[in-house]
């Protein structure tokens, strides 16, 4: 049971305030505002009790080697008789079993990696994960790709890009009050940086970068407007694009987490990105929101390359429509997935995420498949949605692959 935060306001403002019949002043705005920043500090702090911050899942021997494409008996082999430089876990548990932290881990998949690094001379690929609509597992899509793309030795750097911050508390970051506006894009947007390097920090995911967001990123749908009036020649919608170019090469993907509209950032997001990405959940309101999602991105398509005629050049290395909460147990949801399948065609991905109680349990803990148990005897309920993000990455990755090797000149 989550209790009400006990220094967040007292019972007269929360009597206040606690009935929605009540009319409400603007102050009052400002103390449900408080009241319900106390109660998701106080909320967070319970769920992940002992430790208030987020803690990456531990491996199995058998689960690195399969990380690493090879048996458990050879990792045995190597862990046993010629470990060289790899971890070699610690013994746990009354069945003395090897168990890797997520640093160890991946530190097998750097060195045994089955699906391949990515080519030199190429740089980071860009993905914007997008839709319209809230509620349709944007940012639980985005952060579990990274997951799902650092334990195939990816190193990923995130960039919330919507004010709510949803991306940035997944990566185990309460934004109120630790994210400050300094630490989001917007000292960038502001003209006093050159470029986004300062913003990007470690996240408790080892692989995984963020640049995080706070209610501050608001901001910038003012800022780029205004700097648009001054400067005719100022290209809005190319800032974000520029700020991140100094950090391709230290990174394998980028991927953008949006605003659920069509906003100036949203736009930068896309304009940037070389692939996009579109949970759709199979349902015919979010269906119908994501035929909007399309027909105004064309519009602005349109009236974008009428001014700019070089942005007609702008493509796309693959766009993936990916349907997420997925309840087949529904009459409806059979023939919104046909609809969906017969609107997008090729771009549908093969791979369903479903919704079930493995992926309510880790949403309700702030959390993903991936942070879930993945050793002992608790972890049964996780391991379908599990398999379905996994098939997810190993797709996304293999295009991943397919744009790089496009890109390696022909002489080498």
């Known amino acids: 049971m989550i209790e009400s935060p006990a220094n967040a306001l007292d019972l007269s403002i929360i009597s206040s305030v606690g009935s929605g019949a009540k009319s409400k002043s603007l102050a009052d705005i400002g103390k449900i505002a408080t009241f319900s920043r106390a109660m998701l500090e106080d909320v967070r ?24 494409g090879m048996d458990k008996t050879k990792a045995n082999y190597i862990v046993t008789n010629n470990p060289g430089d790899l971890p070699q876990g610690s013994i746990v548990g009354r069945n003395k079993k090897r168990e890797f932290s997520l640093s160890e881990a991946l530190q097998w998949v750097s060195t045994f ?7 030199a001379h190429t740089k980071a690929k860009k993905m914007c994960i997008g839709n319209f ?19 195939r030795g990816r190193k990923v750097l995130l960039v919330d890009l919507d004010p709510q911050g949803s991306l940035t508390t997944l990566c185990g970051i309460l934004v109120y009050p630790t994210v400050t506006e300094d630490m989001t894009i917007m000292p960038y947007i502001y003209g006093e940086k050159d470029d986004l390097s300062y913003a990007a920090r470690a996240t408790y995911w080892s692989g995984i970068d963020l640049i995080p967001a706070c209610g501050m990123v608001a901001h910038a749908e003012f800022q780029l407007p205004a700097m648009q009036a001054q400067d005719h020649s100022f290209e809005f919608w190319n800032v974000i694009n520029d700020g991140i170019e100094p950090l391709l090469d230290q990174y394998d993907v980028v991927i953008f987490d949006t605003p659920p509209a069509l906003s100036y950032l949203t736009i930068n997001a896309m304009m940037a990105s070389d692939a996009i990405i579109v949970p759709s959940p199979p349902n015919a309101l979010d269906y119908a929101s994501s035929v909007q999602f399309w027909s105004l991105f064309s519009d602005f398509g349109k009236s974008f390359m009428r001014i700019v005629p070089s942005l007609s050049e702008k493509r796309y290395d693959f766009i993936s429509v990916l349907m997420s909460k997925v309840e087949n147990s529904k009459q409806a949801t059979g023939i919104v997935k046909d609809w969906i399948n017969k609107t997008y065609l090729d771009m549908v991905l093969p791979i369903e995420i479903t919704l079930n109680s493995g992926v309510a349990t880790a949403s309700a803990q702030f959390c993903t498949i991936y942070d879930m148990p993945t050793t002992g005897n608790g972890n049964k309920v996780y391991q379908r949605p599990r398999e379905e993000f996994d098939t997810f990455v190993n797709i996304i990755d293999s295009q991943l692959m397919n744009s790089w090797k496009k890109e390696i000149p022909k002489n080498e």
């Open 133 to 151: 609509k809230g509620g349709v597992t944007k940012t639980t899509t985005a952060m579990s790709l990274a997951q799902g793309l650092s334990l």
């Open 45 to 68: 702090t319970q769920m992940l009790a002992p430790d208030p911050f987020k803690v990456p899942p531990t491996f199995s021997l058998a689960q690195v080697a399969s990380m690493c």
């Open 113 to 119: 990696t089955p699906f391949g690094l990515r080519p």
